[in-house]
């Protein structure tokens, strides 16, 4: 009797010992799931942030090239860097001197304080208007207080420096054409701005001074016309080089 309880106690301790192991391997298992089953997860997490991060990237990149075309963009179609002019056109960069009766007709006329000397530039030629073998001065003036969306001032001069007419809203080149009307060249640019549609424009000379930019109703191909450019710089590569002329020179 002894004997069969002492061997029921054994088989007893045996398969409390295969229980336990089992209950030992099963929740191994268990934790092994759980812990592949979150590491997935968290890469998956990671996969999804890093897509998510990825894809923003290039579309930040896809609008940043946008933004890049639409600042270097123009206000019409062959009107950039005076690639309006006619064929044949004479073009004449500004002069590169620094002239004192320009500058100092600048500063008087638009009352420019000395605080923006350093940041207005300006640009002249010599040009006869008139036929009458004396020139005059047209210098165009740009900076804070002179320049807007639509263009910048310009001055028409005697050498003198002496004021004859101002002018707002000009975008060189000026074409100096060689048509006459009243006694003085008709000048051709382009005018833009203020959500208007970019244009060639004619100023004629009637009543002792030539039409406004923003008056003239004279819109022409430029096509038709012939003569000389000036002021053909091209003022954002000047800006870049430092090759212009300021009011504090």
Not at 191 to 211: D, M, Q, W
Request: net charge negative.
């Amino acid at each position: 009797m002894k004997k069969k309880i002492a061997e029921i106690l054994c088989v007893t301790a045996v398969i409390s010992a295969l229980l336990a192991g089992c209950s030992g391997g099963l929740s191994g298992i268990m934790d092994s799931d759980a812990s592949g089953e979150d590491e997935y997860l968290m890469e998956k997490e990671s996969t999804q942030e890093q897509g998510s991060d990825g894809l923003w990237e290039e579309q930040a990149e896809e609008q940043a090239e946008e933004d890049v075309t639409a600042d270097h963009g123009t206000n019409g179609a062959g009107f950039a860097d005076g690639a309006w002019l006619p064929t044949g056109a004479v073009q004449m960069a500004s002069e590169t001197e620094p002239n004192e009766a320009v500058r100092t007709a600048i500063i008087d006329e638009y009352m420019i304080p000395e605080d923006e000397w350093e940041t207005t530039r300006y640009y002249y030629n010599y040009v006869d208007l008139d036929d009458d073998g004396v020139n005059e001065i047209f210098a165009l003036a740009v900076g804070p207080s002179v320049s807007g969306s639509g263009g910048s001032s310009a001055l028409l001069l005697k050498e003198s420096g002496e004021v004859i007419q101002t002018f707002s809203l000009v975008n060189p080149p000026v074409l100096v054409t060689d048509e006459i009307m009243n006694g003085y060249r008709e000048l051709a640019l382009v005018r833009s701005g203020g959500g208007a549609e970019t244009e060639v424009v004619l100023l004629s000379y009637g009543n002792g001074a030539y039409e406004t930019v923003s008056e003239t109703e004279t819109v022409i191909d430029p096509a038709l016309l012939s003569g000389t450019a000036i002021l053909c710089n091209d003022l954002a590569a000047d800006m870049e080089s430092g090759n212009y002329l300021t009011l504090s020179e």
